[in-house]
């Protein structure tokens, strides 16, 4: 069964800690995406990628930065965490066609 | 700027009843999805929706779009406790990349939450 796979379910960060969000996908998908998602706000979008090393802001990308080194990984950084990142964070990919979306299991952060 | 706005955002409804949610957005579009999402899970993807006229259903779920108009209705027939979850549709729409090259963003609704009862 074809999986894109969140490492942390949920993770307790400090204020101003660097914190990582890893996504693997197993799908050889071309494009991967990070969403938050939060209560009367439903999902929007913080980065996108359509190609390794490649990389697109998407409706609110301040205070994170993503990384793409590898096809089936991405990765969310939040340079200095603040508890208005407090968040679930969910990532997707799709194929190059952009048909159809996989979601992962989502991450749900706290920052304290 | 593309908005896509659903209503109902909250539906309480009893067994047996039907309903309709909508999905409306603000530009052009082909695709569009819906999807459902239990309490502290993911998105679980329920249909694709591609061409003006589109119709797909499963179950007691029907969905259809209509691009002329930029809705999207996702109807319940004879709802059961199991359907209890938040909708959401998600409209795709092609931007162009630094490259240049074409590439879709999905935006989302803000969800129906919906609440069957007894």
């Known amino acids: 069964d074809v999986k894109v796979t969140q490492s942390s379910r949920y993770l307790v960060k400090r204020t101003g800690e660097k914190v990582f969000l890893e996504c693997v996908q197993d799908m050889d998908h071309e494009n991967m995406f990070w969403y938050r998602q939060d209560p009367g706000l439903g999902l929007r979008l913080i980065y996108f990628?359509?190609?390794?090393?490649?990389?697109e802001k998407g409706d609110i990308p301040e205070g994170y930065s993503v990384s793409r080194e590898k096809k089936e990984r991405f990765s969310l950084i939040l340079e200095s965490a603040s508890t208005n990142q407090t968040s679930m964070y969910l990532c997707a990919s799709s194929d190059r066609d952009f048909f159809g979306y996989t979601f992962g299991s989502g991450t749900r952060l706290t920052v304290v | 700027e593309l908005k896509v706005e659903q209503n109902p955002l909250f539906l309480s409804m009893q067994e047996g009843k039907n309903y309709t949610i909508y999905c409306n957005y603000s530009?052009?579009?082909?695709?569009l999805y819906w999807y459902r999402q239990d309490p502290g899970k993911s998105l679980e993807s329920l249909f694709v929706l591609l061409s003006n006229g589109a119709v797909k259903q499963e179950g007691r779920l029907m969905a259809s779009l209509d691009t002329k108009a930029r809705l999207s209705t996702l109807h319940i027939t004879a709802a059961v406790h199991d359907l209890s979850a938040t909708y959401f549709c998600a409209v795709d729409i092609l931007h162009r990349v630094k490259s240049g090259a074409g590439s879709y963003q999905l935006t989302f609704g803000k969800g129906t939450k919906l609440s069957v009862i007894p």
């Open positions: 990628s359509y190609d390794v090393k490649m990389k």
């Open positions: 530009t052009t579009s082909d695709r």
